[in-house]
């Protein structure tokens, strides 16, 4: 298994962010001094990994389960918590759902899903995943249509979780599925 992370590739200060995308960290606590290095080098490795490219989404199930995390999904059937979050001159158009590497749902991101208390929140609400039958993963992913300048020029914002692994077969465990399917 490998971790999917937001990193910088900057080759030159006026074209591109420096430190964009970044890599945001479910270290269980939000004390940046108590931060440790064992912290960061375990989180990246259980893959508690949310890359955010402007648009933070996060999906967690009711059980506390979330990325890198095997979710019992009994007859390939689980419940995400998910959240979309994004400031109010960004724009954050739709999320995205992927099965075991097929896009299943997406979901248009407007007025009618954000928080009317708190704009920033862009979509809060369960989503059921259903794989095959068998055990699989699920991946949200979320993009916008408008270019984030000048703070980022010319580039869409976006963010994408790590995979949950869902176990449908109750035996605790993660079996990925034997073949994976080809996307055109």
Known sequence: RFTAMGNSDTHDLLWTETGFPRSCLDVGHDDPEALTLVEIRDT???????????????????????????????????????????????????LRVFVSGVETDTITLDSSTADPGNPAIRFQDTITVVTDGGDGWVVFEAEGDTPMDPVVMGVNPFGVTNPIYLDADGDGAFTPPRSLPVVD
């Open 44 to 94: 990246v490795k259980a893959m508690k990994v949310f890359v955010y490219g402007g648009i933070l989404i996060t999906g967690y199930a009711s059980t506390g389960e979330g990325p890198g995390d095997v979710l019992d999904a009994p007859s390939g059937t689980a419940d995400i918590d998910v959240m979309v979050q994004a400031p109010e001159w960004m724009s954050a158009d739709r």
